[in-house]
C-alpha cells in the first residue's frame, strides 16, 4: 500500500525525514506586525524569531485553507493527515473540510484525518508511527485505529524560556507570565488529554526545571523501550542535544530523534523552548 502523510507546518521534521517518509506540509501563515511569514521551507527561523522579539504586538497565525490540504490530497496513494490540536488551532477543521469536498470530487480515495491532541513533537512521532505501520503492511484501517490509541497514550511536555509569546497569543494569562518572568521560574508545560496547554510545574531557574522534565518522563511515561521520544528545539540545538544525553542513562527509548522547530513551534515556545513527546 503506497500512503502520503499530509501535516500542518507544526509537525516538525527535517528535509530527509520528510522525503524518506513521504510527508507533505501545508504550512500555517505567520505574522508579526504587518509583515506575513510563510512557515515553509523558506523560513528563516533564526531571523523570524529574532523579528519577534522586536515586534511590539504579539505575533498571529492562520491555519492552512481548505485548498491548501486538497492540493496535497492529489495522487495515488492512501493519505494520512496529522494537525494541530484542534484545541489550539483550525487546522483539524480545514482538514476535515477538505477531505469532504474532495471525496465528493473523487470518491475512491482513502483519506483520514487525525487531531495530534498536540504540537510540534508530537505530530513528528505520530507521523513516524504512521510511517512504521505502513511499512509493516497495517492496512489503512488498522493504522487508523493503532494510531488513534497511539494518541491517547502519547505525553507531550514543554519547557520553555519564557511564557511571554504563549501570553501574547492569548494562550495564557498575561499576569501569570509576567509574573513568571520576573521570579525568573521556569514553566515545564503540558498538553492535556483533551488537547489544551496546562501548566505542569513551575520551577525557579533553569538547571532545577532541565532536570524536572527529565523526571517527568519517568513519573508519566510506560513502556519506554517501546516508543520513540521526539525532541524539537528552537534555535538551542545544544541543549537538545544535551537531554538527550542525560535521556540516555535514565532511560531506555527504542529510538530518539531531535527535530529543529519550524515557524509556528518556535512562535510558542522562543528562543531556547524544547518539546518533548513519547
Known sequence: MKIKIVGDSSCDLSKDMKEEMNVEIAPLTLQLGDKVYIDDETL??????????????????????????????????????????????????????AKNIFLEEVSNKFIHVFDSLSASAGETIIAMKIHELSMKNFTELEIVDKITNYIKEMKTFFLLESLEHLAKAGRLNPFIAKVANMLAIKPIMGATDEGTIRLVEKTRGYKKAFNRFLEIIGEEGSNLEEKILGIAHCNCLERALSFKEEVLKKYNFKDIVIVEMKGLSSTYADDGGLVIAF
Open 44 to 97: 528563516d527561523i533564526k531571523q523570524y524569531v529574532k523579528a519577534m522579539g522586536q515586534c511590539e504586538t504579539s505575533p498571529k497565525t492562520s491555519c492552512p485553507s481548505p485548498e491548501d490540504y486538497m492540493k496535497r490530497f492529489e495522487g495515488e496513494e492512501s493519505v494520512f493527515v496529522v494537525t494541530l490540536s484542534n484545541k489550539l488551532s483550525g487546522s483539524y477543521n480545514s482538514a476535515i473540510l
